[in-house]
């Protein structure tokens, strides 16, 4: 009787081990599969493309290029850097419709920022922005008012009329010149010629 039973113990631990090992592995017939790995297939992939690329000729991928050492320069055009800062300028003036008068030596400051000047004129006075316009131009735009009289004696009256004027600077190699206009004129009302004395 143990005979009986010891073949069929061996029979169901043989049974059972065949068991687990289809049921944890499955069924493999002839040599064990790799688990699948998408990241080291692309990186395979894009070897063989690039492989393939290189045997047809292709030009090779352009290398990173290392930026040169580049100095320092102060932004602007060459006329700006002759103005920039404080310098003591001679003023010529030139009349058109109005009465312009040119000072004796006068300092004024130029500080360029972006598109933009500030202008200081020396001694205190007030700074003035200017928008840049084009090349070595900028501008300036505010609203004024003249006093229109009109009648005579007793019968005269004042009135305040607004009007917008402009102030347009041109650099120049040897300084700047200021050109005013009123209202809608196309032709400058004063003609200031800035040059550097010092």
């Keep these: 009787m143990k005979k009986k039973l010891v073949i069929p113990i061996i029979l169901i631990t043989l049974f059972l081990t065949l068991a687990c090992s289809i049921g944890l592995e499955g069924i493999s017939i002839g040599d064990a599969q790799e688990p699948s790995n998408p990241i080291k297939e692309m990186f395979e992939q894009e070897t063989l493309t690039a492989i393939d690329n290189e045997q047809a000729g292709s030009a090779p991928a352009d290398a990173t290029t290392v930026p040169e050492y580049q100095s320092v320069i ?3 055009s060459d006329m700006e850097r002759v103005v920039a800062g404080s310098h003591e300028y001679s003023v010529n003036a030139t009349n058109f ?3 312009c008068q040119a000072t004796a030596n006068m ?3 130029f500080n360029f ?4 000047v500030e202008i200081t004129n020396g001694g205190g006075g007030s700074t003035m922005v200017y928008d840049k316009i084009g090349e070595n131009k ?3 735009s505010f609203m004024s008012y003249y006093i229109l009289t009109s009648g005579e004696g007793d019968q005269v009256t004042e009135t305040k ?5 402009q102030v347009l600077i041109s650099l120049t ?3 700047y010149v200021m050109e005013s206009y009123k209202g809608s004129s196309s032709s400058p009302c004063c003609y200031y010629t800035f040059t550097i004395a010092k």
């Design 173 to 175: 190699g040897t300084g």
């Design 161 to 165: 009329v607004d009007e917008e004027q």
């Design 97 to 99: 419709e109005c009465t």
């Design 107 to 109: 300092t004024v400051d």
């Design 138 to 140: 900028y501008q300036r």
């Design 74 to 76: 102060s932004p602007g």
């Design 113 to 116: 920022t972006g598109d933009q």
